[in-house]
């Protein structure tokens, strides 16, 4: 892949946030410049085996989970993470079917639970970390809350590096693409902890009959605006480094999954940032951890080549999304009264007179739950839980020895 390299590295305390790179090529023939990286495609093969993919969906149509699924690299692992019906239609039972096939077919490594199985939440409960269960313990609704027990499944897999890619996505080739992009960055990366967070170049929408080429959703460019006004004012120099707020696609090192903690639903990817410039920037209360502080936490953020075509979900998802989005800047301990005080006003019409944005219930990191054991209570128990493991590496190596 030959990638740009960012031109500026902002730095905030232990965080480091580059400015935004392009994808230029995602095939290359070894040609380096000082203002582009060659990422050679057996490195990149090299990340992905090390890397899970993290899939949470709910109520998507099956064609498009299927290309989804079709579309991650063979080397990498999937971990298919559903909230979908099973009342009326059992939903998870087409989803589960779906990932069968695939197996049968391909030999991936391949696991699915369902965020509503009694057994997750059991592990869950067993393991101490009840902040996502509801009374009866069975895990909340919520895409962060999925993405959580996505997370451990993948830790228990052994991967270093853990990626999420949405289910609604209209074009199989881009979900590709966004994966190799993840493993591009962290062959960029210098830190065990470190995040690629993905900006599409494109959102395509219908106007008019035809399609236009929108750069910018409404909730990412607000979000983006006050997570940049928030380290302008704390910095005091403007800053726009910040593009990827609401980044659904991202991918993380375990490594820094272990120390993160985690906002509800989807207020989750924006969270990200007000977590790691909350914890670990530099008007931090105290150094939480001294060899993150050392290393330093690297924050890449690239643009895509595809434009990104997904369901529309709608004005109230929207809306609920730029509200989370932005409850979460303005519960920040670095928001001062004039950055709530634009908070506000942006959100006006969301809110009733006087009302303020309430705060997103907020996960304390997994790092101390024992992946191995968690999954160990899934396994045999779960009505719901599959894992495929991989069969052709094996017969690879067999072929050379
Ligand atoms: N496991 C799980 N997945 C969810 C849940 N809610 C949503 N998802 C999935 O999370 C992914 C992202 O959700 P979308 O509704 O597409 O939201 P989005 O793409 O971030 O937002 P838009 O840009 O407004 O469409 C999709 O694959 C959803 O099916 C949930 O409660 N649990
Ligand atoms: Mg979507």
Same mark, same amino acid.
Request: hydrophobic share 35%.
């Given at each position: ?13 232990? +965080? ?14 070894? @040609? !380096? ?23 949470? +969906? ?63 939440? @059991?592990?869950?409960?067993? /393991? *101490? ?19 959580? /027990? *996505?997370?451990?499944? /993948? ?61 910018? *959703? ?21 800053? *726009?480094?910040?593009? !990827? ?8 090192? $375990? ?21 790691? @410039?909350? +914890? ?58 004039? +950055? ?34 968690? !999954? ?11 894992? @495929?493991?991989?069969? $052709? ?9």
């Amino acid at each position: 892949m030959l990638i740009e390299i960012p031109r500026r590295t902002e730095i905030f305390g232990s +965080v480091e946030i580059n400015e935004l790179q392009r994808v230029l090529k995602l095939d290359s023939g070894g @040609f !380096t410049n000082p203002r582009v990286k060659d990422i050679p495609f057996e490195e990149l093969k090299k990340v992905l085996r090390r890397l899970a993919i993290v899939i949470p +969906v709910k109520d998507e149509s099956t064609q498009l989970l299927d290309g989804v699924l079709r579309s991650i690299p063979f080397d990498c692992s999937i971990i298919v993470v559903s909230n979908s019906e099973r009342d009326k239609h059992d939903l998870y039972k087409m989803e589960k079917d779906i990932i069968t096939k695939l197996h049968d077919l391909t030999q991936q490594e391949i696991l699915g639970i369902h965020q509503k199985d009694p057994d997750l939440g @059991f592990a869950f409960y067993e /393991a *101490g970390y009840d902040y996502l269960l509801d009374k009866d313990n069975l895990v909340r609704d919520g895409k962060s809350e999925g993405m959580i /027990a *996505g997370m451990l499944l /993948a830790k228990s897999l052994g991967k270093d590096f853990i990626g999420f890619a949405d289910a609604d996505n209209y074009v199989p080739g881009s979900v590709r693409e966004y994966v190799l992009d993840y493993a591009a960055g962290f062959c960029m990366s210098n830190s065990p902890y470190s995040m690629v967070r993905l900006h599409w170049r494109y959102k395509p929408k219908v106007v008019e009959d035809r399609l236009y080429f929108k750069r910018w *959703g409404r909730v990412s460019e607000s979000t983006n605006k006050y997570l940049n006004l928030l380290l302008s004012t704390n910095t005091r120099f403007e800053t *726009g480094v910040v593009l !990827t707020g609401n980044a659904g696609e991202h991918a993380l090192t $375990a490594k820094l999954a272990d120390i993160m903690s985690f906002s509800t639903d989807f207020s989750i990817e924006p969270y990200h940032f007000v977590y790691l @410039f909350d +914890v670990f920037g530099q008007k931090a209360k105290e150094i939480l951890d001294l060899d993150v502080a050392s290393s330093g936490i690297e924050i890449f953020q690239i643009e895509t080549l595809n434009p990104h075509i997904h369901e529309e979900k709608g004005e109230k998802h929207i809306k609920n999304m730029l509200l989370s989005s932005l409850s979460t800047i303005y519960h920040s301990d670095l928001c001062n009264d004039y +950055v709530k005080s634009k908070v506000l006003d942006e959100l006006k019409e969301l809110l009733e007179t006087g009302e303020m944005p309430g705060e997103n219930i907020v996960m304390p990191p997994i790092g101390r739950i024992d992946a191995n054991k968690f !999954t160990k209570l899934l396994e045999g128990q779960s009505e719901t839980f599959v894992k @495929f493991e991989q069969g $052709a590496i094996e017969r690879e190596v067999e072929n050379e020895e």
